[in-house]
């Protein structure tokens, strides 16, 4: 589809044309470099736009700011149900202009633009909602000590700076995942957004600022994560740092924060195993499992991209399945008829190349997919990707993707599955379809993951907690767990 047959709406248009700075204490501020990088539209290839490219001056500056907000109290000592007016004020206002925010994110990033505004956009509206609803609920204890005639209560305060660093696939939803609990417990924000797709960061910002939020609470720094995020993880006055991306990364960032002790939580890769039972409604696995690898271009931690099938009906499913990947519409991210867009950059799309050309050097076969997706346009596109005859110790099986790449494979009996679902270095979420309930507790218990779905897949909701076992990660982003994140506790005796 060419872009003339798709138009930008004109609040876009002028954003678009804007000169992207940093947000630093309530100003656009451009970079101390004066140094600025493209961003890429992947349905085209061709550059949006220019944003700041930050570095550890622009870091500092930010921190300072946020540490200045956190220490004079602007935020922390707001009433409670003052930050929470604000929270619900931002999300009005996102919701305000919805079609806004839904169009930035599908055109920075290639999400379709019907998951954008249906999906994502208004689940981070409803995600702030429900934060705002918790900044008057951070709640300490009394606790009946033995020690002697004392009272000991306990209190939850913010842990202060915090440094959040998201990933590019739901650019104002991972953005809004981090700030809402931060924001609600009392915390200050620098945030970096992932250099591909920035720009839902800085309109957020931007729009903080327009409902009232005090300088120094929210901010920005754009920028590449081994200069700006880098710069960040290492600054001796961030307090906390939030991170969602990759597990190599993940790693990286623990070791920086290790040396001073700071506070981490890591929301990582995945490599989820989704399990039809022969006892499934057919036609509703299928659906749910190919949603499960190919929404967002399988730009998806929790990506269903292992499916492990009972051999009574493997050929059934796997003939459904390739059906299903050869009738998907690929195209235009703002397209409303569009199912799956292109993948993020072009470092993306080589690297989704490589691991099909692996599967094929390996031994697996290809039922659907396995190429470029040309007449879709001139991005970043790949065909819906579906592999058959894949062994459990193939690459496919194990590495995170990250794209429209699909293995499926046979199993015999639950307790074979369950050993084989497990047998991986991650643990972010996993699926099961069964219409037994009693299997469905049994490989719900027995599933090492972060979130089991039965008969459904990537089901989110505010007050569900969300985070992963083994090198998937640790903490638990959404839900009231959420808060444990951002305060710590502090215990006071009073002697009577």
Same mark, same amino acid.
């Given at each position: 589809m060419s872009e003339t047959t798709v138009s930008l709406m004109p609040e876009i248009q002028e954003f678009l044309a804007q000169t992207h700075g940093h947000f630093i204490d309530n100003a656009v501020v451009p970079s101390r470099s004066g140094a600025v990088m493209d961003d890429v539209n992947p349905a085209t290839r061709e550059v949006l736009t220019t944003v700041a490219r930050g570095g550890a001056? =622009?870091?500092?500056?930010?921190?300072k700011a946020a540490k200045r907000a956190f220490e004079a109290g602007a935020w922390a000592n707001m009433p409670p149900n003052q930050r929470g007016i604000l929270l619900w004020r931002l999300?009005?206002?996102?919701?305000?202009?919805?079609?806004?925010?839904?169009?930035l994110d599908s055109l920075d990033m290639g999400m379709p633009i019907r998951q954008s505004r249906y999906g994502t956009t208004p689940m981070a509206i409803d995600h702030l909602r429900y934060m705002a609803g918790w900044a008057t609920k951070v709640e300490g204890r009394t606790i009946p000590v033995s020690a002697g005639s004392f009272f000991n209560y306990t209190v939850r305060e913010p842990v202060g700076v915090v440094a959040a660093i998201i990933p590019w696939n739901f650019p104002l939803l991972m953005a809004i995942w981090k700030l809402g609990a931060a924001l609600a417990t009392g915390c200050t924000?620098?945030? !970096?957004?992932?250099?591909? +797709?920035?720009?839902?960061?800085?309109?957020?910002?931007?729009?903080?600022?327009?409902?009232?939020? *005090?300088?120094? @609470?929210?901010?920005? @720094?754009?920028? $590449?994560?081994s200069e700006a995020g880098a710069a960040l993880v290492a600054h001796p006055d961030v307090d906390?740092?939030?991170? &969602?991306?990759? &597990? %190599?990364v993940g790693k990286s960032i623990m070791k920086t924060a290790a040396d001073r002790m700071a506070r981490v939580? #890591?929301?990582?890769?995945? !490599?989820?195993?989704?399990?039809?039972?022969?006892?499934?409604?057919? !036609?509703?696995?299928? +659906?749910?499992? #190919?949603?499960?690898?190919? #929404?967002?271009?399988? %730009?998806?931690? +929790?990506?269903? +991209?292992?499916? $492990?099938?009972?051999?009574?009906?493997? =050929?059934?499913?796997l003939e459904a399945m390739e059906t299903y990947a050869k009738t998907l519409r690929v195209g235009h991210p703002l397209d409303h008829r569009t199912q799956m867009g292109p993948v993020v950059s072009d470092e993306q799309y080589q690297r989704v190349m490589h691991y099909i050309e692996v599967a094929h050097r390996e031994g697996a076969s290809l039922i659907a997919g396995g190429g470029a997706m040309? %007449?879709?346009?001139?991005?970043?596109?790949?065909? *819906? &990707? @579906?592999?058959?005859? @894949?062994?459990?110790?193939? &690459?496919?099986?194990q590495e995170e993707i990250f794209g429209p790449v699909v293995a499926v494979m046979p199993f015999d009996d639950l307790d074979e599955v369950v050993s084989r679902a497990n047998q991986s270095i991650y643990g972010l979420a996993a699926g099961v379809w069964t219409e037994n309930v009693r299997t469905a507790h049994y490989l719900a218990q027995r599933l090492k993951a972060g979130t089991v779905w039965v008969n459904a897949y990537h089901v989110y909701d505010a007050a569900a907690p969300w985070g992963g076992f083994k090198q998937s990660g640790f903490g638990r982003e959404m839900g009231s767990y959420a808060l444990d994140l951002y305060t710590e506790v502090k215990d006071v005796w009073i002697g009577l």
């Open positions: 001056e =622009d870091v500092d500056l930010a921190v999300a009005d206002l996102i919701e305000q202009r919805i079609d806004i925010a839904a169009q924000v620098v945030l !970096k957004p992932a250099e591909q +797709s920035p720009l839902s960061a800085l309109m957020l910002a931007q729009w903080a600022r327009e409902v009232g939020f *005090p300088a120094g @609470v929210i901010n920005v @720094v754009t920028g $590449y994560g906390k740092v939030a991170f &969602t991306g990759s &597990t %190599e939580s #890591m929301e990582l890769g995945g !490599k989820s195993p989704n399990i039809i039972c022969a006892d499934a409604n057919i !036609k509703r696995a299928v +659906s749910g499992s #190919m949603l499960g690898i190919f #929404m967002n271009q399988g %730009e998806v931690c +929790s990506a269903g +991209s292992r499916i $492990y099938v009972a051999r009574a009906i493997y =050929d059934q499913v040309s %007449e879709a346009g001139p991005g970043y596109f790949i065909q *819906p &990707t @579906v592999f058959a005859g @894949v062994e459990d110790q193939m &690459t496919i099986a």
